[in-house]
């Protein structure tokens, strides 16, 4: 599995834009990129999962590179409620043996 | 569709004791995972079962196991348990295609005593 390195916490405010990068040099040919939330408690939550290029969907937007070698997730307008956990996963779907790495507390100030 | 359930939410045992807790997965969902949530150790890959097969399982000791029934429904069981095991244990479920999402239940709160 490859390992992601992800930054330990980040800050924001309400209403700006968040960027989370994931690092993942060692990526598979064969392996997607995505992208979790958890709240605290509760099991995580798929948010966002892509393969190369960007996608968009409800809720972000994921950045990937031509190289493949790094990932950003982007959340539009954070609010108070976008505070939790974000973890980056690679390569799942082919290995099986999923791998979790200490993922990025954000947390939104008002 | 109905999301991945797990029971029970909560559980309280002794050290010693031994627990089995349950995973419905999502309908359709062949395979299921289990891991184990502390502060200290992060997210932690348990075992995954596909098709009442155990396909892979992560570095646990043998105090850990699983199984999966006919109907995808999956139990974990923990035996002689220790205070260290207290922990969110969380299953997931995904479809077997390409991408392989994962879609997690609730988790059951696990305190041992």
């Known amino acids: 599995l490859a390992k992601t390195t992800q930054p330990i916490s980040m800050d924001s405010y309400e209403g700006q834009e968040v960027n989370i990068t994931c690092s993942h040099n060692n990526i598979a040919t064969n392996d997607y990129i995505t992208w979790y939330q958890q709240f605290p408690s509760q099991g995580p939550r798929f948010i966002i999962q892509g393969y190369k290029t960007k996608v968009t969907n409800e809720v972000a937007s994921l950045f990937i590179p031509a190289d493949r070698k790094s990932s950003t997730l982007s959340l539009p307008r954070v609010s108070l409620s976008d505070t939790a956990v974000y973890y980056c996963?690679?390569?799942?779907?082919?290995?099986?043996?999923?791998?979790f790495g200490d993922g990025t507390t954000l947390t939104v100030k008002p | 569709k109905a999301g991945v359930t797990q029971t029970p939410r909560y559980l309280i045992k002794t050290r010693g004791q031994q627990v089995t807790l349950s995973c419905s997965p999502i309908s359709g969902h062949r395979s299921v995972s289990w891991y184990q949530q502390t502060p200290g150790q992060g997210l932690q890959f348990l075992f995954e079962y596909f098709s009442e097969t155990q396909r892979n399982k992560g570095n646990f000791p043998g105090r850990f196991s699983g199984r999966q029934f006919s109907n995808s429904r999956s139990e974990m069981n923990v035996s002689t348990l220790e205070l260290g095991d207290s922990a969110l244990y969380l299953c997931?479920?995904?479809?077997?295609?390409?991408?392989?999402?994962?879609?997690f239940g609730p988790g059951t709160r696990l305190t041992v005593l």
């Open positions: 996963l690679v390569g799942e779907s082919n290995a099986g043996k999923s791998t």
């Open positions: 997931a479920s995904k479809d077997r295609g390409s991408t392989d999402t994962q879609y």
